[in-house]
């Protein structure tokens, strides 16, 4: 009996080693939790496969000819995945009251002001510049919210040392510029959105992609020896950034390098994984923010999915027909631009770190000034 005794507390202490070792060498903190994390803001990179999947299936099912394996993925793509989560936006905008009263007039005049100029450029027959500034715009968006993200996964694990800035910075950005000039890049030709509806995209020489993935190599290969420094000097690695990295960087070069696709089929594949990032962190923000609303998640999901459907009907009608019902899908095109510009204010953590503390502290709790009179 004192011999088992004797020899638990060893095992308790070698465990309790081989925990804190581990720890030592890998970091491992989310932003939310591992599971929630994985599923939403890294493993969502898996939904790129999902679209290409419903496209390629549609294809056997011969709509090729009339395009309508195009039209039926872009579908299911811009009313279950890419409208709801531009209506989400909201509940940070305007349903935020701190928010909402200090860029009041942009939340209010401002976006009517977008709505009015999208009608004026679409009356000057400008529609097809509109649809290039957009795609250009969105492109941007998702580098910079991929961006948020490794910032935000280097914040939480303390992952501060400037040689690894300056690695992580370099290696992201040459690689997702890498592929999207790769995009953009030798058209020498109108762009066929659709049928009938072409965009004239700007000539870029593919001398650019050459350069810049010469960078993204050199990026590449001091990363990877870092990791492999950090490891041998027993230095935290900093895992969830990698897997992140690996998410965003491998699914940008497989629908850019990989794959030769209709413009509408490649926007779903290059946008639904930002999608379903967004709405993973909407939805944190508001458990946090509004916690004293009972379902708050599931009614702003509820009302976010039925926006979806409305303004995807209304999109594909308008592409399709071509004709006077573009202009019912003028000011939901706006209200995406709009999405667009202030998206990169709202979530300005280091201007306002009480909301910085709150999505990504997890001891924080909701401002006590925020009652059920603020929100409704």
């Known amino acids: 009996m004192e011999a088992s005794i004797k020899y638990k507390p060893n095992?308790?202490?070698?465990?309790?080693?081989?925990?804190?070792?581990?720890?030592?060498?890998?970091?491992m903190n989310w932003i939310v939790s591992r599971r929630y994390d994985?599923?939403?803001?890294?493993?969502?990179c898996v939904f790129t496969l999902l679209f290409l999947g419903i496209f390629m299936y549609a294809e056997t099912l011969d709509l090729a000819p009339q395009g309508d394996s195009i039209i039926l993925t872009y579908f299911v793509f811009t009313a279950i995945f890419d409208h709801p989560h531009i209506f989400q936006t909201f509940s940070r905008t305007h349903a935020d009251k701190e928010e909402f009263e200090e860029r009041k007039h942009m939340h209010t005049w401002g976006l009517a002001a977008f709505i009015v100029a999208g009608f004026i450029i679409t009356g000057m027959g400008f529609e097809k510049e509109l649809i290039v500034f957009a795609a250009f715009f969105g492109s941007w968006h998702?580098?910079?919210?991929?961006?948020?993200?490794?910032?935000?996964?280097?914040?939480?694990?303390?992952?501060?040392?400037?040689?690894?800035?300056?690695?992580?910075?370099g290696l992201?950005?040459?690689?997702?510029?890498?592929?999207?000039?790769?995009?953009?890049?030798?058209?020498?030709?109108?762009?066929?959105?659709?049928?009938e509806l072409t965009a004239n995209f700007p000539y870029l020489p593919p001398q650019i992609i050459e350069i810049i993935w010469s960078i993204f190599i050199f990026f590449l290969v001091a990363f990877c020896l870092r990791q492999v420094w950090c490891f041998y000097k027993r230095k935290p690695i900093n895992i969830p950034k990698v897997l992140f990295l690996v998410a965003a960087l491998?699914?940008?070069?497989?629908?850019?390098?990989?794959?030769?696709?209709?413009?509408?089929v490649a926007e779903s594949l290059e946008t639904v994984f930002h999608n379903i990032q967004y709405?993973?962190?909407?939805?944190?923000?508001?458990?946090?923010?509004?916690?004293?609303?009972?379902?708050?998640?599931?009614?702003?999901?509820?009302?976010?999915?039925?926006?979806?459907?409305?303004?995807g009907i209304i999109e594909i009608i308008g592409l399709i027909t071509n004709g006077w019902s573009k202009w019912l899908f003028v000011p939901f095109t706006m209200v995406v631009i709009y999405h667009y510009y202030i998206d990169g204010l709202i979530w300005k953590f280091g201007k306002n770190p009480e909301l910085r503390k709150l999505l990504f502290d997890k001891t924080a709790v909701v401002s006590s000034d925020l009652d059920e009179k603020d929100t409704g």
């Open 172 to 195: 992201f950005y040459s690689g997702m510029f890498a592929c999207f000039f790769r995009d953009y890049s030798g058209i020498k030709s109108p762009v066929v959105v659709y049928k």
């Open 250 to 264: 491998s699914t940008h070069y497989f629908v850019f390098f990989l794959t030769a696709l209709p413009f509408l």
């Open 38 to 44: 994985g599923f939403f803001f890294i493993g969502s």
């Open 11 to 27: 095992l308790n202490q070698k465990k309790e080693k081989r925990q804190t070792g581990l720890s030592e060498r890998f970091s």
């Open 279 to 311: 709405q993973g962190f909407v939805m944190h923000y508001q458990r946090k923010r509004f916690s004293h609303v009972k379902n708050v998640v599931l009614k702003w999901f509820g009302v976010a999915m039925i926006y979806g459907l409305v303004v």
């Open 142 to 169: 998702i580098i910079r919210q991929h961006s948020g993200f490794l910032k935000a996964y280097k914040g939480v694990n303390k992952d501060f040392d400037k040689i690894d800035d300056y690695l992580d910075t």
